[in-house]
């Protein structure tokens, strides 16, 4: 008698889907035993009494006698996201995040009632799919939730596909455009140039303003060594300006780079690379684009990522709306809502009935006044909304911001001016958001803009019950 098991997912996986180990107990002697149940630990790390999270049982299938265990339940509850620090200064090049994924431990074994004796086998010997005998197996997960249809966007049974993972893993690539992809389904509009050593932009790039704070985020491997933004000034001339990397702990599987200006900005200027200082990105930067590389020795520099590019936006007709939201793929994007905004206040009251005190203790005359309130307002909630609408967009960006409308966790990134007089970002969390979101088609629709309504998380209260 042995167990197997007969399927095993690989790592990083998207921890709100379905994470299913499959096993068998090879004798049918054992699997027809009374009570005969496949039992799975779960434990967080590494091996030891402290780290165990979770048993699992499971009947055997009535076909087969197989095992079937879905471990996403446990390991979600100790899952939640990582919000990069805004306001900051002296900020690393590349941050560890925290909470953001788990590797997770796995023992197996069985247990039965044969003969009324309880009889339990844990932490058994299995054979793998590729035939491989271990005491335990590994899996890296984390905080993301891919839909399971949604067009040309990467889904869950695209992930399913073996070493689609690979896809988002820094990866050494000497020249200029590595193809592995940052954590984000933001589009990205980058021209790619005949010589690597030139730098390309498009003006249809996520436009962005000099004073946004902002994160982008990647897997980390150690192929990582520097961060590197491209930069193109408003007289056409092309840099690099490169940071290095401060040691990343081991065992971190998630990074947050600083990708909006202000934050970008707010790197300490120590870990830039010559002579170089900040701001790097200046007043006359009119383009610019973030990659991780390996190695930054020009002209064959040896990159990890693609370079994921932005347009600075100096339109200030209307008041800019920022919000900032976690995606399918467990990190944070953004997106700057430049047009018209409204703000409105949902006021809810409550009143009782009260008779008028109009009656004359001294006199017994009643004093009929329309002064006199019946009703008498002892409740009062007020609840902050907002309408905003976007510049016009493709059908790509219009698409992706299905993202933002679906997101559990959204914040407004509101500028203001301090009591100090000084000038800050706050970051405030929203309960609801809801747009006229419907999917484009290139062949079918050109542009069109986004008009969502938001509600802020928090009530105000002039009187309570």
């Known amino acids: 008698m042995s167990l197997e098991v007969k399927h095993y997912p690989e790592d990083y996986r998207t921890v709100y889907n379905p994470i299913e180990v499959v096993v068998l107990e090879t004798s049918s002697i054992t699997r027809n035993y009374e009570g005969f149940s496949y039992l799975i630990d779960v434990y967080n790390g590494s091996v030891s009494t402290a780290n165990l999270i979770g048993r699992l049982k499971v009947p ?15 390991t979600e509850s100790y899952l939640s996201s990582y919000l990069g620090e805004i306001n900051g200064s002296n900020l690393d090049s590349a941050i560890a995040t925290t909470d953001t994924d788990v590797n997770i431990v796995l023992r197996y074994g069985w247990q039965h009632y044969n003969n009324g004796t309880y009889t339990i086998s844990m932490n058994q010997t299995v054979t793998m799919p590729d035939t491989t005998t271990v005491s335990e197996t590994t899996l890296i997960t984390f905080n993301g939730s891919l839909p399971n249809y949604r067009r040309d966007l990467v889904n869950f049974y695209d992930w399913q596909d073996r070493g689609y993972y690979q896809k988002y893993i820094p990866t050494t690539i000497t020249g200029f455009i590595s193809p592995k992809k940052f954590l984000t389904n933001s589009p990205n509009y980058v021209v790619i140039p005949s010589d690597p050593r030139d730098i ?89 684009g973030v990659r991780l590389d390996n190695d930054n020795a020009s002209p064959n520099e040896k990159s990890t990522t693609e370079l994921f590019s932005f347009k600075i936006d100096t339109d200030c007709r209307y008041e800019t709306r920022r919000l900032e939201f976690l995606n399918s793929l467990g990190g944070f994007d953004y997106y700057n809502f430049t047009k018209v905004s409204r703000h409105s206040e949902q006021i809810d009251r409550k009143f009782l009935k009260a008779n008028p005190n109009n009656l004359n203790t001294s006199t017994g005359v009643i004093d009929y006044s329309i002064s006199n309130r019946e009703k008498i307002q002892y409740y009062t909630k007020s609840t902050s909304k907002m309408k905003l609408n976007s510049d016009w967009v493709d059908v790509d960006t219009f698409n992706w911001l299905l993202e933002l409308i679906e997101s559990p966790e959204v914040y407004l990134l509101d500028e203001y001016t301090t009591p100090t007089g000084t000038t800050e970002v706050r970051r405030i969390p929203i309960k609801n958001i809801q747009g006229n979101w419907e999917e484009k088609v290139s062949s079918t629709d050109n542009i069109f803009n986004l008009s969502i309504d938001l509600e802020l998380s928090m009530d105000n209260y002039r009187q309570r019950f």
């Open 60 to 74: 055997p299938t009535g076909i087969g006698g197989f095992g079937r265990f879905d471990v996403s339940g446990i």
């Open 200 to 288: 390309g932009f498009s003006d249809k790039s996520q436009k962005i303003k000099i004073t946004d704070e902002g994160y982008i985020y990647a897997f980390y491997s150690t192929d990582i060594n520097y961060v590197t933004y491209s930069v193109k000034l408003n007289n056409g001339n092309t840099f690099n300006r490169t940071f290095n990397i401060s040691t990343i702990a081991a065992g971190t599987n998630i990074i947050a780079i600083p990708s909006g200006p202000a934050t970008i900005n707010a790197i300490d200027s120590s870990l830039l690379t010559g002579s170089i200082t900040q701001p790097v990105i200046s007043s006359d930067v009119v383009n610019y």
